[in-house]
């Protein structure tokens, strides 16, 4: 039996696809260097911006034409290692900055190399996309309206790899349409790189959920309670300005309206049924959470929503219009802190702050004009971590 046969023209053909598939994996991967050093960023995004001023951390913008690219590796992956060997310039950085010690990062020198690119190239990215960007990054009060989760060069990157790895196993065992086997085991290679690179940086990233909007085993609507009914917010999460957990409603309080209320216009009588099968089995309702910070981060809703007064749509976006309950902000950590930086506290005439006395004199004097949430100790580190 022969193997498939193909003429000349059709060998040559076949060829230049492999090579097409090549300079597409290379391309595919610089796409990638640059993903990766937006990911790797975000670690650095809590304490740094790129030209919107200083956060907990210097603004790293043109950081890499101030500073020896040698000097910037070793102090991004332990700064305290520079600070105790006496290194003048980090002693200097680390004494402006309150002596906070910027965290040291295990990385390689490529991902070092993939940040630095992403900074110093920030600029130009950000006039492309300069529009959509301002709305998420510029104003902590307007909420994305793009619900849609933006499907990543990286998850391309992934797709196609694979697609690549299977077609190249097909023609190895099967087809033998390229001879040299050296190709096959090249263009695997290089795809394998790019799937496990891709999976490495989509793990980083698990534990934010922004956009998370999981299934509920009631379809329950917040559009149609808190919207078009009306319902106040602590009609259900009854402990929202007392204390640290929102909460969620028992049973007993849809109750309260679902002993009467037994169709719905959307979903007739099924959903409803529900309550009433939790009611009878005294089973209680088991709603997936949709927020979730990690457990070394300490998170007060009483504190926001009765002391600082602020709003739950700042935080929560506009949940009086979704059907289902979706994660607007990433509630990382320069979320947190951005807003503490802009936020203004109720400092006059308020007893609790009666104690802050070097802040009431530079207000007087006109040397402050108002005083954030920062200011009063909010950014501390020790006021978020346990
Ligand atoms: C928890 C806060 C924090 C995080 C996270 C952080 N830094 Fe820093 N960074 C600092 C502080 C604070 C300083 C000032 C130096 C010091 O106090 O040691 C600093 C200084 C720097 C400097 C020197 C800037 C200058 O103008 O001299 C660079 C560069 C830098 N950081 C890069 C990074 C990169 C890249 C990341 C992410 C991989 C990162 N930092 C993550 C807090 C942080
Ligand atoms: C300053 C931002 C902020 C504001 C304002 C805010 N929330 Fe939250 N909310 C959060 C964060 C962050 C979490 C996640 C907490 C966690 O995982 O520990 C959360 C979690 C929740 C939860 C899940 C249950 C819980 O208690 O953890 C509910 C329900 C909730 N919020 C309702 C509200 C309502 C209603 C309001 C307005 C009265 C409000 N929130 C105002 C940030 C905020
Ligand atoms: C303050 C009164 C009130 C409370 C409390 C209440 N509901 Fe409702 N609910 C209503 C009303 C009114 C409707 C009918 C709206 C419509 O569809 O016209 C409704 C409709 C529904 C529907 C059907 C929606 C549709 O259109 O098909 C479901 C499901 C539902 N509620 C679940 C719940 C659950 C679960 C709770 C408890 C967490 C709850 N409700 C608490 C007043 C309430
Ligand atoms: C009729 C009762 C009811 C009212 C009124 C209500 N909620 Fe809820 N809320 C629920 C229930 C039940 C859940 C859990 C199911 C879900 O996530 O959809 C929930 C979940 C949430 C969550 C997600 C919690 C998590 O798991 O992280 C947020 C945020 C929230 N509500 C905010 C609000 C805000 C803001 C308002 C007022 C605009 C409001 N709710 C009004 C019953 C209510
Ligand atoms: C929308 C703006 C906003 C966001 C987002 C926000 N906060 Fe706050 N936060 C405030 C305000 C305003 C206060 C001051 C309340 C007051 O007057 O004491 C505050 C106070 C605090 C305090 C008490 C500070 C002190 O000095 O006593 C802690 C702790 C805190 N926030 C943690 C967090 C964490 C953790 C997050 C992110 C998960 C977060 N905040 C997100 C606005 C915000
Ligand atoms: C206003 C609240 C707040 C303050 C102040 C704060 N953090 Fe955080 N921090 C957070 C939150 C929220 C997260 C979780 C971020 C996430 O899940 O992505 C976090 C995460 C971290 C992490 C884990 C790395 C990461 O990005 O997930 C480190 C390390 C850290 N913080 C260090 C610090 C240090 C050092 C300081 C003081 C300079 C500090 N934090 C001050 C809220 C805060």
Redesign the pocket.
Known sequence: MHNLHFCKPAKYFLKIISIIALLFMISGWELQAQDEGEQ??K??????TIGKGK??????KG?TE??EKEW?VK??IN??EL?QAGDE??VK???????????P?N?TTGQ?DA??AY?ENYDMAVKTEAAADEHATEDQYVFMADTENPFSNLQVSFFISVIIILIALLDLLITRIVKVKAIHIIIILISAAVVTEVSILEAQNLGRQQYYEPDQPIQFSHRIHAGDNQTDCKYCHSTVDESMHAGIPSVAVCMNCHNVVKEGTQTGKEEIAKIYAAVETHKPIEWVKVHNLPDHVYFNHAQHVSVGNIDCAQCHGEVKEMDRIQQVNDLG?GWCVNCHRRTEVQFINNDFYRSYEKLHEQLKSGKKTIVTVDDIGGND?QKCHY
Request: charged share 10%; glycine share 2%; hydrophobic share 55%.
């Open positions: 790797l960023f670690v650095c995004a809590a304490c740094h956060l907990i951390g210097p603004d790293l950081v101030r500073l910037l102090f991004i700064s305290q600070v310039y980090a950085i680390f004494e402006e900055n309150n002596k906070i010690p910027m965290p990062n990385f070092v940040v630095l900074i950590m580190c």
